[in-house]
């Protein structure tokens, strides 16, 4: 395996937390990562793939195993499937955000607004990440990846990866493993050619975001910088001079909860159906109608619930941080945990169960990390 001088994971993590691995592998091909994974599962030894480090909470101690720091990178255009699109083959290691800017040069619609996201192409579709009403599973064909269980590589359709909300069988959740322990190679997205006009833009979400009308045109360019602009107020766009965003983005995830819960919340706290509300349809044959209509059917539906909103009406502001802690509330948007300088795993973590104890004594909810945690607790 092509090992390089190992450094500590604080160096390569967007949270700048996490001790040195015992060795650090560099791949900069699907053939070279899949050779160097084999080595590892063959020797039954720790391991951690590596790409933006930016969904990552790393602990203090040294990583007593492998890190592979995934550094391939590569677009492959290839025929839509319907008239008026176009298919990206995408190499993991290649930077999401890189990959976002040479879509709307191309004039390709489908992932503008995921614009500014960190990270790297392909841990995009373990974590289903999204923004502004648009997800990956929108766009995604298939993924390429390579089993632990078997060393194989396969094309796996993205129906089969069991997409959700910030989750797929392939994400490991804070106290669980993956459902399917595999690594993806590449990403197969199908977008649609658009060019660079303006056009009226779909989704309420994203038009809510950009202060849009639902009559207003814009282009992709036009998305593409607006919503790096809101993001960059909210200390959600890389900056090394900024330590708001020296984070993990969004450290908690929203709550997805019962509509029974959701009704306990205070009014004010913003939620979304997570399905589509309708009114229910019953048919009776006239020859069987008897004057009585059945009751609606009962529907459990869930919603999703502002985390930030939770946490600041909890009592805990922007910029909050214990007495002499390296560690606090971004100053710009309270889902975010920053590293103000050299803080170490320990004192976000102290930070993190703190929000959790205040939000859940105030509301009754215990808020979930949204980054992979490794060597940590919370």
Excluded at 78 to 106: I, S
Excluded at 217 to 222: A, D, F, G, Q
Aim: hydrophobic share 45%; proline share 7%.
């Amino acid at each position: 395996m092509p090992e390089v001088a190992p450094v500590p994971l604080s160096q390569l993590t967007t949270l700048r937390t996490g001790g040195e691995p015992a060795r650090l592998v560099e791949v900069h091909s699907a053939d070279d990562l899949s050779r160097a994974l084999r080595e590892v599962w063959a020797a039954g030894e720790p391991w951690l793939v590596l790409g933006g480090g930016s969904n990552l909470f790393v602990g203090d101690e040294p990583f007593d195993g492998t890190v592979i720091r995934v550094r391939s990178t590569g677009i492959e255009e290839l025929p839509g499937a319907r008239a008026g699109t176009v298919r990206l083959r995408v190499q993991a290691g290649h930077d999401w955000d890189a990959l976002v800017a040479e879509t709307v040069e191309r004039g390709l619609a489908g992932i503008e607004a995921m614009s500014g996201i960190p990270g790297t192409v392909g841990a995009a579709p373990v974590q289903n990440i999204g923004a502004y009403g648009q997800e990956i599973v929108q766009t995604l064909v298939e993924v390429e990846l390579i089993d632990e269980a078997t060393g194989d590589v396969s094309v796996v359709p993205a129906v089969e990866l069991g997409l959700g909300f910030r989750t797929s069988v392939l994400k490991q959740h804070y106290g669980s493993v993956p459902e399917r322990s595999a690594v993806i190679l590449s990403v197969t997205i199908e977008l649609e050619r658009v060019g660079d006009g303006e056009r009226s833009i779909a989704g309420d979400q994203l038009r809510s975001a950009l202060g849009l009308d639902a009559a207003d045109t814009v282009s992709l360019r036009w998305i593409r910088d607006h919503v790096l602009a809101t993001r960059a107020r909210k200390g959600m766009v890389l900056d090394a001079e900024d330590p708001d965003t020296w984070s993990a983005g969004s450290f908690f995830q929203n709550a997805i909860v019962s509509e029974a819960f959701a009704r306990t919340l205070p009014a004010a706290c913003p939620r979304w159906p997570m399905s589509p509300v309708l009114d229910p349809v019953t048919v009776i044959p006239l020859a069987a109608f008897d004057g009585i209509l059945p009751p609606p059917p009962v529907e459990h539906r869930e919603v999703k619930v502002s985390a930030a909103w939770l946490i600041e009406n909890a009592g805990l502001s922007r910029g909050f941080r214990f007495p002499r802690s390296r560690a606090g509330l971004s100053t710009k948007h309270t889902l975010a945990l920053t590293n103000r300088g050299e803080a170490t795993a320990a004192e976000i973590a102290e930070l993190a169960r703190f929000v959790q104890s205040r939000v859940a004594a105030e509301f009754g909810l215990i808020l979930q990390p949204e980054p992979v945690l490794v060597n940590v607790e919370l």
